[in-house]
Nanobody, 117 residues
Framework: QVQLVESGGGLVHSGGSLRLSCAAS????????MSWYRQAPGQERELVAA???????DYADSVKGRFTIFRDNAKNTIYLQMNSLKPEDAAVYYC???????????WGQGTQVAVSS
């Protein structure tokens, strides 16, 4: 079955960096759009970044220029490099996989990111 396992979260000072990883299994990774979402307490889950099967990437305006999503199809893993972190970036970050529009989206369990000011 589909499994998505995130890692790399933690506590970092404002201005610092973290790299999140999401190891995927149970599906044809290279043909899926892979995404990072985040959800802060009391807020809705929001898309942070996505990378499609053809390598196209997309970012939320709030993270453009600071975050980079990339995938390693040989390792069935996606990453989110987060630089210049701000307190408002604090949230639980979720990895998601979907084969295409209208298809089911699979979720990981999430990893907590905390940013101290």
């Amino acid at each position: 079955q589909v499994q998505l396992v995130e890692s790399g979260g933690g506590l970092v000072h404002s201005g610092g960096s973290l790299r999140l990883s999401c190891a995927a299994s149970g599906f044809t990774f290279s043909s899926y759009t892979m995404s990072w979402y985040r959800q802060a307490p009391g807020q809705e889950r929001e898309l942070v970044a996505a990378t499609s099967a053809d390598g196209t990437t997309d970012y939320a305006d709030s993270v453009k220029g600071r975050f980079t999503i990339f995938r390693d199809n040989a390792k069935n893993t996606i990453y989110l490099q987060m630089n210049s972190l701000k307190p408002e970036d604090a949230a639980v970050y979720y990895c998601a996989a979907r084969q295409g529009l209208g298809r089911r989206r699979y979720w990981g369990q999430g990893t907590q990111v905390a940013v101290s000011s």
